[in-house]
């Protein structure tokens, strides 16, 4: 079951690339649009994908040794800050690309 999903969406990527790099008068804009959709959604996914770690690891961490939580819990904010910072690179990066 999970092969056949992973090649329908292979698929699609492939046929989606095949129309974007063989269509000859592609307009910019809508090239833009493509490039600032993906800039942002591969940027906010890693960095949701990098919170959800450093949040299970530190409510494990809490879990194992109730003592530290404070201390923990200031950490996992600090470190969940550094990993938004790259949603906010992406969001940048895709503003840069939509208004250049």
Request: proline share 1%.
């Amino acid at each position: 079951m999970a092969d056949d999903v992973f090649f329908k969406k292979k698929y699609v990527l492939k046929k989606a690339c095949h129309i974007i790099y063989n269509h000859k008068h592609m307009e910019v804009e809508a090239a833009k649009y493509l490039a600032a959709g993906l800039a942002i959604g591969i940027g906010a996914i890693g960095s949701a994908i990098g919170e959800g770690i450093i949040a299970g690891k530190a409510m494990e961490a809490i879990g194992r040794n109730p003592e530290v939580r404070d201390k923990v819990t200031t950490l996992m904010f600090v470190t969940m800050a550094i990993a938004e910072s790259t949603a906010i690179y992406a969001l940048v990066i895709s503003l840069i690309i939509l208004f250049s």
